[in-house]
């Protein structure tokens, strides 16, 4: 009985503690998600109600009309986001319309967070500076 209990009140907190789903796009990889590794090719996964921290990098390709593929630093710097919420979140970044702001991007990439209703205040951190940050 005393198991039954338990097992419906982890149950009960595993639902509790979900605050909606994060949706990724294709050219950007998730590689951890509050501390835990995720599969390369994930692009949504759930999110904890509050604080949240996505370990993230750019990973596109830019294509031109002639359909040849550049890669394009193959991938960017690993970037930590931290943020707040209780809702689904669409992690977004901009629209790319040539192979310098493809390369430029892949340099310094900005990533965006938003629900339904408004952007998200994120804090953005190079894998350097969240290094920095913790021995400080």
């Given amino acids: 009985m005393n198991a039954i209990i338990v097992f419906i009140m982890t149950l009960g907190l595993t639902f509790a503690t979900s605050a909606g789903q994060l949706y990724m796009p294709l050219d950007v990889e998730l590689l951890s998600i509050n501390g835990e590794d995720t599969p390369s090719y994930l692009k949504q ?7 949240n921290l996505l ?8 294509t031109d009309d002639t359909n040849q593929h550049d890669d394009v630093a193959p991938t960017s710097d690993v970037y930590w ?8 979140i669409n992690l977004t970044v901009p629209k790319l319309y040539d192979l310098d702001e493809a390369k430029a991007f892949a340099h ?20 350097d500076a969240m290094i920095y940050k913790l021995l400080k």
């Fill in 81 to 88: 986001l931290k943020f707040n919420t209780s809702s689904d």
């Fill in 45 to 51: 996964a759930p999110l904890n109600d509050g604080i």
């Fill in 108 to 127: 310094k990439p900005t990533f965006t967070l938003s629900n339904e209703d408004r952007q998200i205040h994120t804090d953005q951190l190079s894998n």
């Fill in 55 to 62: 370990k993230v990098r750019y990973i596109n390709y830019y």
